[in-house]
């Protein structure tokens, strides 16, 4: 297994001092994490065989200044946030691979500079809204719901794997807190309807793209799959059956060789 | 010590099943299921009417605020009500009595300004007795009502009071280029009476961003706790050690507390009486989860872990994320949530309060929940002719200075007040 290393890396757009997770070898590929915070889980690790994987924490989030996120006031800095990171890691052309939030992310950057990214692969994306299947408001949301919209099958060992608490009471609490703080960090970008445009900027896609989505999500319904498919050019829709809103945790089986054959293809 | 009579406006009719499914009483009760405008138009009448009553009977001061879409309390603009109170005192003689305002949100309204002009017309209308309450708001207002994003909320509130400050000071046309609200060219008409302007109350619970930002600007804070003076302790405490921290005095006017209070006969006939509009209070209008009232990004994260790391130790009862519908009435009294009780028993139970607490300004709820009319005025009247006269005694033996109160109200005198009351 790869150890994973975090890399500091001072961006002079908003001041921010991004922090960059990586581990394993071969051509760079990026991770882009969710709303809930970064996670480096098996599918993330599975990357790492083929992948020197570089996965920046989101402004607020993970090994970031908790109040980084108060420098960057607009989808538009964040935007330039992740352009400067790229340049810094001397990323020319280069697979994206994002999750929720992170695939949002992922088709910001990929509209704004489509020679930038080779590859994309979409797990279940927000940024686009239909008023006949909103978007559940995962914000406001008790844990136990929150958790019942994540996942089809709470009792699979993949599922209670993931939402494993450590031990200490007080790692716990800060565990918490994290959680919570990302939600707000990445929040800021997506209030109050994850609906900031997306829609009108997905036509400037080049990379090729799969868009792979868990067939029963309740958090962002599949029918959104079409909406991505409709919009990105060289795209194609891999759905999972029996599956919720994150596919690489509830059918890693499944979604990691899709992901794989597409990215050498 | 200053009195306030603090008014929520309830729905004071909502059906003995409520909240029934719903997962909160704030934004998911649906309208058109529950509410009726008829209804309503006495509910608003009735309670301007009760703090009517108050002003006549000598209370410092009576307040109203600001909520969205729920049944605990809509008055949408507190200014609304505010600016009707001002022009009713002044009218009746009243003008006494100080417009505690707790009040409207600047950080919801954009521009903030329009509050630094409501404000003004308040204090001009009153002749410079109004209180001007600074609330952060709440999320579920904030944020889902209105749809300002969670974790710029605090950074927008900071950013509003700065601008209405200079807007009502400043003697030179400016122009604000802010990180929320940009405004070519900003004369503000009117200004206040209040020079330089009128005081600010910082309404809060447990964020210690909150205190800090109070005795760093040297602003009174007032404890919007509704589990009584029993379970403040803690709360208070760190209050005045972060004072103390600060170099701030130990002054009871920096502090405010909020109080519901239940006053009859006796202690017995009292908690007959109350018993049922206390339990509509905590189990139908407080019906609310903690993701509504404080959603991801809404508290800082050093408050966030601060909470989370001290548990339930730090708040003990006084958390809104238990269940209060295992309590009944009479624990919610035993434990003082409400005080409820004769004249001496309510009276002893403040007096202790505000003394440990080391508050200066006391508001007490004297309608909440379902309580009607009638029974909402004989509260007040009680209060009003027995209990407030003893209250409005304490810390008057102290040194102190109260700059925290409208400067025309503050040397109102024993006499003044038998007064008002007779």
Partial sequence: ?265 | MKVTMFHFMPYRDLPEDFPRGLASAWVDAPWWEYGDANKVTDYYNWSIDELMLAAKLGFDGIGTNEHHQNPYGFMCNPNLFGAILAKMTRDQGLDHVALVQLGATVAATSPPIRIAEEYAVLDCISGGRLVAGIPLGLGCDANISYGVTPIEQRERWREAVDLMLKAWTAKEFFAWNGKHYQLPKVNLWPRPVQDPHPPLLVPGTVSSSTWDYCHDRNLPFAYLSYFGGKSADNVMDRFWERAAAKGKDANPYRASFLQLVGVAETDRQAEEEYAKHVEYFYHKLLHQPTYQIAPPGYSDYKSLLNVLVSGKNFLQIGDLSIDLKPFKAKDMIEKEFVVVGSPATVRDKLEAMAKRLNVGHLMVALQFGSMPHGRAKKNIDLFGREVLPHLQTIWEDQKWENPWWPKRLRNRTVKQREFATA
């Fill in chain 1, 1 to 265: 297994m790869a150890t994973p290393s975090i890399k500091t890396i001072p961006i002079r757009h908003c001041n921010f001092e991004a922090k960059v997770k990586t581990a394993g070898s071969g051509p760079p590929l990026v991770y882009l994490h969710a709303a809930g915070g970064p996670i480096w889980d098996p599918f993330v690790e599975g990357l790492t065989e083929r992948y020197t994987v570089y996965a920046p924490h989101h402004p607020g989030t993970g090994e970031t200044a908790r109040d980084s996120i108060h420098a960057v006031d607009s989808l538009w800095d964040l935007v330039l946030i992740y352009d400067e990171i790229f340049d810094a890691l001397d990323l020319g052309s280069v697979p994206i691979v994002g999750t929720s939030f992170g695939g949002m992310m992922a088709c910001e950057l990929a509209a704004h500079r489509p020679e930038r990214v080779s590859q994309m692969v979409l797990l279940d994306p927000i940024g686009l809204w239909r008023d006949d299947a909103p978007v559940a408001p995962y914000m406001l949301m008790p844990p136990e719901k929150l958790v019942a919209t994540l996942y089809k099958n709470l009792g699979s060992p993949a599922v209670q794997a993931a939402l494993k608490m450590p031990d200490d009471p007080k790692a716990i609490a800060v565990g918490i807190a994290d959680l919570v703080w990302s939600l707000g960090a990445t929040g800021k970008f997506v209030w109050p309807i994850p609906d900031k445009g997306l829609k009108k900027r997905l036509h400037r896609v080049k990379a090729d793209t799969l868009i792979i989505w868990g067939d029963d999500d309740a958090l962002i319904s599949s029918v959104y799959a079409k909406e991505f498919a409709d919009r990105i050019v060289n795209s194609r829709i891999e759905i999972i059956k029996d599956c919720g809103h994150v596919p690489q945790v509830e059918r890693l089986e499944a979604v990691a060789p899709l992901v794989t054959n597409f990215l050498h293809a």
